[in-house]
């Protein structure tokens, strides 16, 4: 019994009573083997630690979902020695193959401070270690934003076999990874937004993939979206500009090449079918164009309000313009002083122990294009209040390339009823921007 609560008091991660505070990371004072050991025979690969640390990681439900093993080898045993970590596949080491062992950020001691970059270390079971190098930056396409944590994956391209080898590794903070150490060939590169951490694809996560010949080192970024072989379908339609535009807002991504014209927009009053029920469809935006659109117009109102109202040059007008510069140094300084003093306080907690440099890599930026799900359609008149209007879409294609014909089930028409008006003291959305409303699907 006096084992089992020594045990339970051992890993407990809160902090323990007494002794002086301490804000420093645990450290890894030794790995087993040493990256770069060729022939090594590990029956684990150990991680030292100058501290007592949490069985329970930052960010991860248990210490096994930290480590990455490259390549591919199954599930991992990590076992737990209140300082040190035992890690290995469960089906062992395979001869002649160079392993990546990587242990991811989140590491923490018994006082909740944690580890917050990756350690990643190599060695061969057999001969010489390739110096070979897939890295990159993974984006989740739609957003334009960079994908934390994304799963990435190297496959052998190799028809012969039907296991392929699979290198496997996950993107730092800002969507950046590395894969090194390939045998040279043709692999094909996946990276995925695993969003419930299982170290698979499922079907509705984005993903994205290349192929590339490797023989020294290949920078690939890609840009994950969801695949799927069912075309669009609209999810809900608002009626903007005093009623003749309408935003037309789909439940996946757009071709990025798709070109509009009146012609993918059908638009007649409902239950009308002579001719003059049909509104006719001006222009078609997708959202980029959309945006250049509002983009151009707000500075046109800018730099008419700019121009209507002139830099005050008069004395006064001096004198507040240097009273706010004045304060705006005072501020910048007194920000600086505060950091200052927060990092000597740091120091001292840490009682001289030293911390790893932060990543100061500004956050990489998508060189294309975004995705985008809505589409503008401009029309010639404005739909009448109390009216009900049909619309339909034809040839317009998903980012996966299924385009929705007009006689397909998911494109039949949608009931567009235009809202009442609200008097001019009581209305409160701008002539330009969106008014809400109804709108069923008729499936």
């Not at 040493?34 to 150990?46: N, S």
């Not at 994205?208 to 994950?224: E, F, I, Q």
């Not at 037309?248 to 071709?255: G, L, M, Q």
């Amino acid at each position: 019994m006096a084992m089992t609560a020594l045990g339970h008091a051992c890993a407990n991660p809160n902090q323990p009573p007494g002794g002086p505070p301490d804000a420093a990371a645990p450290l890894i004072v030794k790995i087993t083997p040493t990256t770069g050991t060729i022939g090594a025979r590990p029956k684990a690969v150990v991680f030292q630690f100058d501290e007592v640390i949490s069985e329970v990681p930052k960010g991860a439900q248990d210490l096994a979902k930290l480590v990455f093993i490259s390549p591919k080898s199954g599930d991992v045993d990590v076992d737990w020695r209140r300082s040190q970590l035992d890690i290995k596949p469960r089906i062992g080491w395979k001869p002649n193959t160079v392993y990546t062992v990587l242990l991811g950020a989140g590491i923490t001691d018994l006082r909740n401070n944690s580890i917050d970059t990756a350690t990643r270390i190599v060695f061969s079971t057999g001969g010489a270690i390739p110096q070979t190098k897939i890295q990159g930056v993974a984006f989740n396409w739609l957003t334009g934003r960079i994908v934390e944590k994304a799963l990435v994956e190297a496959i052998v391209r190799d028809t012969a076999k039907k296991d392929s080898t699979i290198f496997q590794t996950i993107a730092d903070s800002i969507g950046r990874y590395s894969i090194e150490h390939l045998p040279p060939g043709n692999y094909i590169v996946r990276a995925i937004v695993d969003g419930n951490t299982n170290r698979s694809l499922e079907p509705r996560e984005p993903w994205d993939s290349v192929g590339v010949s490797l023989t020294g080192t290949s920078t690939v970024d890609l840009h994950a979206f969801v695949h799927d072989s069912i075309g669009l379908g609209i999810t809900s339609v608002a009626l903007m500009d005093s009623n003749k535009t309408l935003r037309v807002t789909f439940d996946k991504a757009v071709f990025p090449a798709q070109a509009f014209s009146n012609t993918n927009f059908f638009l007649q009053r409902y239950e009308k079918t002579d001719s003059t029920s049909v509104i006719n469809i001006t222009t078609v935006f997708s959202a980029p164009q959309r945006n250049v659109f509002d983009s151009l117009r707000t500075k046109a109102r800018n730099d008419s309000l700019a121009r209507a109202a002139p830099v005050d040059t008069s004395a006064a007008g001096r004198a507040r313009r240097e009273t706010d510069a004045k304060q705006k140094l005072r501020d910048s300084l007194n920000l600086t002083a505060q950091r200052a003093a927060n990092e000597a306080r740091e120091l001292r907690l840490r009682g001289g122990r030293p911390v790893a440099p932060k990543d100061t890599t500004p956050k990489p930026k998508m060189k294309r294009a975004p995705l985008y799900t809505e589409v503008y359609v401009n029309l010639e008149r404005p739909l009448e209040y109390g009216a009900r209007y049909m619309l339909r879409f034809q040839n317009v294609s998903s980012v996966s390339g299924v385009v929705n014909d007009i006689t397909r089930v998911r494109s039949k028409h949608l009931i567009i009823v235009p809202p009442k008006p609200k008097p001019p003291e009581e209305a409160k959305t701008p002539p330009d921007t969106a008014a809400s409303t109804t709108v069923p699907i008729k499936r």
